[in-house]
């Protein structure tokens, strides 16, 4: 069913060559499906090639082999489909929220009139809670909210699928917590299906659907695939004092000791 097979990746690889000109496999056989409207964080240590897996499913970097399909489309290029939210929004200092949001929207939509593509801005900075700051410019916006206008940004194209690189890696907590939650409403509504790379283990259970552990690179592939098995919409303080939550982030911590253990064993084997 396309539902259940919304992208698909199979047997992806990607070699980099390395200073003597040999190809090394950073990912090698990365299998992975994901349903539509699902949010499916990518967790695993520094280095092990998340960002390469979703710049492949962006279209940012060519596919050594393999191959990844969005909604029936086998990826072979960056497009609109496929919007990406990166740490950093990198927005263009001289415009307003509005101007950096609509830049994309015009792109995209060049048929729209004036008035159906300002009411795409204005929905999506709405949705991220800058309906009264959309007249501002970045340097007169705190981190966070020049994060809000990426996120912005990325949901006014409408896109199949929605990619987010660490979004809130820059933040503090506080902040976070903030744009989880307006993430996590925007997905109640748009039901948009989310790819995203994390380093934190409890956002990873807060917000998923599914958790994709990877191993430890070269050659990182999928290791396990963890269900979350909570209701949506959800409540941060509710999920955090079930037992459920605690299991899952043990699973996950245990999966990433065991990756640690292996990367200082394949270290030590070298040496000795
Ligand atoms: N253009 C490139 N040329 C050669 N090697 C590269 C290139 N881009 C990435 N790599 C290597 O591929 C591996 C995976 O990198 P990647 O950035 O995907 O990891 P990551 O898991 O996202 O890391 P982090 O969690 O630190 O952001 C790393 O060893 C990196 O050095």
């Given at each position: 069913m396309i539902e259940d097979r919304y992208v698909e990746l199979f047997d992806v690889?990607?070699?980099?060559?390395?200073?003597?000109?040999?190809?090394i496999k950073v990912v090698d056989g990365f299998n992975l499906l994901v349903k539509r409207g699902e949010l499916v964080s990518v967790i695993g240590h520094s280095g092990c090639g998340k960002s390469t897996v979703l710049n492949m499913i962006a279209g940012l970097i060519p596919i050594t082999s393999g191959g990844v399909v969005v909604a029936g489309n086998e990826v072979s290029g960056p497009g609109p489909d496929r919007a990406v939210v990166f740490q950093a929004p990198c927005l263009l200092p001289w415009m307003t929220c509005y101007g950096n949001v609509m830049l994309g929207v015009k792109q995209v939509y060049p048929e729209a009139t004036k008035a159906e593509r300002a009411q795409m801005v204005e929905y999506a900075l709405g949705a991220v809670g800058l309906k009264d700051s959309m007249h501002r410019y970045p340097r007169e916006m705190s981190g966070g909210m020049q994060q809000r206008v990426g996120i912005a940004r990325a949901i006014a194209l409408r896109p199949k699928m929605l990619l987010l690189d660490e979004p809130f890696g820059r933040l503090d907590s506080l902040t976070r917590m903030d744009l989880q939650d307006v993430i996590l409403n925007i997905l109640n509504v748009e039901k948009i299906t989310t790819m995203m790379i994390t380093h934190d283990p409890d956002e990873a259970v807060f917000m998923s659907d599914r958790i994709c552990m990877m191993t430890n690179g070269p050659g990182a592939k999928v290791g396990e695939v963890m269900e979350i098995d909570f209701e949506h919409p959800r409540d941060r303080?509710?999920?955090m004092e079930t037992a459920e939550f605690y299991e899952y982030r043990r699973r996950l911590l245990q999966f990433l000791d065991d990756c640690e253990?292996?990367?200082?064993?394949?270290?030590?084997?070298?040496?000795?």
């Open positions: 690889v990607k070699a980099y060559p390395n200073p003597f000109g040999e190809a303080a509710e999920i253990k292996e990367k200082k064993a394949r270290k030590k084997a070298k040496i000795v």
